[in-house]
């Protein structure tokens, strides 16, 4: 087994290593002066068991490229079978036709891994679980609740909790962090423009009086809706409002957004990394290094994947 890393997340794929007691393998991507990648690995792999450790994010066509060429890479060079590790993977949110004469990004990304060369996919909390469909490669969906379950009951354990979905279509995933946390009371956040021009209207479906509220989601991209709910939340008597969120995207202003708002915090996991993010402000980070290096670690051993979350 052998771990090779891309230039989107370097300080994941660190610990990610130091977490399987493994030196990543020396490789070279470099640029020419048109923006062209190249990529040169700088050790055997012949017949090895690879993983590319390689987010999507931003800027995420130049890190797509990467990937697929560190995949086709590995694959001339003779690798047994090459698995990307995706921590976050773009282009999930484009994962239907929305309208007419629209494209399923989603799918044409997956083909691209696929065609490029890789034998298994492993990422974290889809934006759409139905995009595992779109391989025909195995691929492997780590779910982020354990770890922020694991890091509310050690910070907020004693208060009155409440998990909050954001909108209706998050309500899954809200209630499957709310059975970690001894079946934490759900609530809901009905957001309506009743005509374009005007602000959203913010009602909450269920009663966050007096509750410790935590917001779920998997991506954070402007931090617009999480702000407005903490906002309604507060109005409506929540003693105060938490987020957390598996990706943080944290686009142009929201890093500023987040630290203007009622939001106490904003917890998200490093499957994105953020460069001169100011520690000192609201939003703080949550390793998932040791969720992926066991993962990792059991699609080598040919064991089970699924009982981490048993």
Known sequence: MKL????????????????????LVQASVKRFADEEIFVEVLENVRGQDMFVVQSTSYPANDNMMELLIMIDALRRAS???????IPYFGYARQDRKPGPRTPIS????AN???QAGADRVLTMDLH????QGFFDIPTDNLWGAPVMAADIQARYGDRK????SPDVGGVVRARSLAKRLD???LAIVDKRRERAGESEVMNIIGDVEGHTCILVDDIVDSGGTLCNAAAAMKEQGATEVLAYCSHGVLSGAAEARVNKSDLTELVV???IHHEGMDDGGKIRRLTIAPLFGEAISRIADESSVSSLFD
């Open 4 to 23: 090779l890393a891309g230039n989107s997340n370097p300080p994941l794929a660190k610990a990610i290593a130091d977490y399987l007691e493994i030196q």
């Open 79 to 85: 690798a047994k079978r090459i698995t990307a590790v």
């Open 106 to 109: 989603a799918k044409l990304v």
């Open 112 to 114: 691209l891994i696929t």
């Open 128 to 131: 759409a679980g139905q995009i």
């Open 161 to 164: 909790l409440m998990v909050v």
């Open 183 to 185: 079946n934490a009371p």
């Open 269 to 271: 996991t490093d499957s």
